[in-house]
C-alpha cells in the first residue's frame, strides 16, 4: 500500500508515519521506485502500537523507542520486560516520604506480597499519600488504601492469567507492555464509571427508603 494508503487506514498523518520512520519507531517501507514506497500489513500492526502508546500511554517518543525494542527483542527476560514495563508508566520525579513508604510497605507485609521498596508503584503510591496529607485532608487513608490494594490484587491475578495466555514471546511482550501502560487508561476510566454507579445507586436506595417512610407516615 502507498503511504496514503497506510495513513487513510492507521489513522495517523503522513507527516507523523515520516517522522516515525526518521525516529526510528516505524520501519521504513519498500522503495518500489524513486517515487514509490510500499507499506504492508506489519507496518500498519506497528503503527496501531505506538498510537496505542503514545495517544493512549500517554508515553514519549524516547519511552516508546525504548518500549519497542523491547517487544521486538525475542530474548528478553521477563523480569526485565516488567521492569521496561513499569518504568514506561508516566510518573513524576517528586520524591517520596519516608513515612509514606512505610505506610505502603506495612500494606505490601500484611498480605505477603513479594515485592520490593524499588518497586515504582511503592513510590507512586507513596507519593499520592504524600499529596493527600499535603493537601490538608485529614480523613485518614487506611481503610481506603487496604481497599484499594485488595482490588489491586484482583486486578494483577487478571493481567498475568491474561499474559500466560499469549501464544507468543512477542505476544507476550506486547501484552505486558499494553496491559500495564494502557492498562493506566483501562482502570482510571473504570473507577470513574463505578464512582458514578455507586452514587447513583446509594441516591436512588436513599429515595426509596424517604419515600417509603412518607407513605407509612401517610398511613398512619
Same mark, same amino acid.
Given at each position: 500500500?502507498?503511504?496514503?494508503?497506510?495513513?487513510?487506514?492507521?489513522?495517523?498523518?503522513?507527516?507523523?508515519?515520516?517522522?516515525?520512520?526518521?525516529?526510528?519507531?516505524?520501519?521504513?517501507?519498500?522503495?518500489?521506485?524513486?517515487?514509490?514506497?510500499?507499506?504492508?500489513?506489519?507496518?500498519?500492526?506497528?503503527?496501531?502500537?505506538?498510537?496505542?502508546?503514545?495517544?493512549?500511554?500517554?508515553?514519549?517518543?524516547?519511552?516508546?523507542?525504548?518500549?519497542?525494542?523491547?517487544?521486538?527483542?525475542?530474548?528478553?527476560?521477563?523480569?526485565?520486560?516488567?521492569?521496561?514495563?513499569?518504568?514506561?508508566?508516566?510518573?513524576?520525579?517528586?520524591?517520596?516520604?519516608?513515612?509514606?513508604?512505610?505506610?505502603?510497605?506495612?500494606?505490601?507485609?500484611?498480605?505477603?506480597? /513479594?515485592? #520490593?521498596?524499588?518497586?515504582?508503584?511503592?513510590?507512586? +503510591?507513596? %507519593?499520592? *499519600?504524600? =499529596?493527600?496529607? $499535603?493537601? !490538608?485532608?485529614?480523613?485518614?487513608?487506611?481503610?481506603?488504601?487496604?481497599?484499594?490494594?485488595?482490588?489491586?490484587?484482583?486486578?494483577?491475578?487478571?493481567?498475568?492469567?491474561?499474559?500466560?495466555?499469549?501464544?507468543?514471546?512477542?505476544?507476550?511482550?506486547?501484552?505486558?507492555?499494553?496491559?500495564?501502560?494502557?492498562?493506566?487508561?483501562? /482502570?482510571? #476510566?473504570?473507577?470513574?464509571?463505578?464512582?458514578?454507579? +455507586?452514587? %447513583?445507586? *446509594?441516591? =436512588?436506595?436513599? $429515595?426509596? !427508603?424517604?419515600?417509603?417512610?412518607?407513605?407509612?407516615?401517610?398511613?398512619?
Amino acid at each position: 500500500m502507498r503511504i496514503s494508503e497506510l495513513s487513510d487506514q492507521s489513522g495517523v498523518s503522513v507527516a507523523s508515519i515520516k517522522f516515525y520512520v526518521r525516529e526510528g519507531l516505524l520501519a521504513g517501507g519498500d522503495r518500489t521506485t524513486p517515487t514509490r514506497t510500499e507499506y504492508d500489513e506489519a507496518h500498519l500492526a506497528r503503527l496501531r502500537l505506538i498510537r496505542a502508546l503514545i495517544e493512549v500511554g500517554g508515553l514519549d517518543i524516547a519511552t516508546t523507542r525504548d518500549v519497542l525494542r523491547t517487544i521486538d527483542n525475542p530474548d528478553v527476560d521477563p523480569i526485565e520486560l516488567r521492569r521496561v514495563a513499569h518504568r514506561a508508566v508516566p510518573h513524576s520525579d517528586v520524591r517520596s516520604s519516608p513515612e509514606s513508604i512505610a505506610a505502603v510497605m506495612a500494606v505490601v507485609e500484611e498480605r505477603g506480597w /513479594l515485592v #520490593g521498596p524499588d518497586n515504582p508503584g511503592v513510590h507512586r +503510591v507513596a %507519593r499520592a *499519600l504524600d =499529596a493527600y496529607e $499535603a493537601s !490538608g485532608q485529614t480523613v485518614p487513608l487506611d481503610r481506603l488504601l487496604a481497599a484499594y490494594a485488595d482490588a489491586a490484587l484482583i486486578v494483577g491475578e487478571a493481567d498475568i492469567e491474561h499474559i500466560g495466555r499469549t501464544p507468543s514471546p512477542a505476544d507476550t511482550a506486547k501484552a505486558v507492555i499494553l496491559g500495564t501502560v494502557v492498562g493506566e487508561q483501562i /482502570l482510571a #476510566g473504570l473507577r470513574l464509571m463505578t464512582q458514578e454507579h +455507586v452514587g %447513583r445507586s *446509594l441516591a =436512588a436506595r436513599a $429515595a426509596e !427508603g424517604g419515600h417509603a417512610a412518607d407513605i407509612a407516615q401517610t398511613e398512619q
